[in-house]
């Protein structure tokens, strides 16, 4: 699988994204030159140079060093979004297809109302609930995209739910659980991994929305988006501030969706074979 990606110039540029973002989120807290939290008062709103890379904010805290343990907050907050939403969409998915009408009918009910609830008033009302926490934030997250997994495991299961090898497993006897492991999920792991690379971007700009706001984020501990607010807020003193983070969200997202359109034509290929 991995040679076969390897092919696609967009996939092999995104290896190597999402390769340094996986060393900054394991080994930022570590190579930080600085506290990220510490504040130096003799040294405000400082340029970039030898002593503070990236410059310094507001409060006198190097940005560098802040940005290295965002990486870990952001990317950490992503994958535990995708790991709720594969949770509760895929394992529903898949058994609404093979445990009768009424089940399934319950589930797409269920997924119905879930895709009409607004995505930033369901985050809010979240966080006021259990806490302005980023697990609460990101549980809400997870639940917003639960629809997506949902629908993607549902159609490929639904595609072979007929099949001749799956009627024969029934006539000799397999059961449910046994004809799940044995012929189904194999077949609908490719569509849910292109899902969930792409939605591992979509949770990501969403982490950066909702830091970016203040929801779900603790201050003073860093984020992408809460980086980028800051910056933001101190364009005239430092115009070059929200270059890094930003340009970190959108490489990193990019890198996700190129990795699940290669996922996806790779998958289209070996079907067509």
């Known amino acids: 699988m991995i040679r076969q990606l390897l092919?696609?110039?967009s996939a092999?540029?995104?290896f190597v994204i999402l390769a340094v973002v996986a060393v900054l989120a394991v080994f930022g807290p570590f190579l930080a030159p600085h506290d990220?939290?510490?504040q130096d008062g003799s040294a405000l709103l400082q340029p970039p140079g030898t002593r503070y890379w990236l410059g310094t904010d507001a409060l006198g805290r190097d940005v560098f060093s802040r940005l290295l343990a965002g990486s870990t907050v952001s990317v950490l907050a992503s994958l535990l979004s995708v790991s709720i939403g594969l949770v509760l969409g895929?394992?529903?998915g898949l058994l609404s297809v093979f445990l009768g009408r009424r089940f399934e009918w319950i589930n797409l009910r269920v997924i119905d109302a879930l895709m009409m609830l607004p995505f930033l008033v369901f985050a809010i009302a979240m966080t006021a609930m259990l806490g302005n926490g980023l697990v609460q934030a990101m549980f809400a997250v997870g639940i917003l995209i639960t629809p997506a997994f949902f629908r993607v495991t549902r159609?490929?299961?639904?595609?072979?739910?007929?099949a001749e090898y799956i009627e024969a497993a029934r006539l000799m006897g397999a059961s449910t659980s046994a004809i799940l492991r044995r012929h189904v999920v194999a077949k609908v792991l490719p569509p849910v991994a292109v899902a969930a690379a792409s939605m591992t971007g979509a949770c990501l700009s969403i982490v950066a929305s909702l830091t970016f706001l203040g929801i779900g984020v603790v201050p003073p501990d860093p984020t992408w988006g809460g980086l980028l607010a800051t910056d933001l807020a101190n364009l005239y003193d430092r115009p070059f501030g929200p270059v890094a983070p930003a340009l970190l969200i959108v490489a990193t997202v990019w890198a996700l969706n190129a990795l699940a359109d290669a996922l996806r034509d790779s998958g289209r290929k070996e079907t067509a074979a």
């Open 7 to 9: 092919r696609y110039p």
């Open 12 to 14: 092999r540029a995104a």
């Open 36 to 38: 990220p939290l510490a």
């Open 90 to 92: 895929v394992v529903p």
């Open 155 to 162: 159609a490929a299961a639904l595609s072979i739910a007929n």
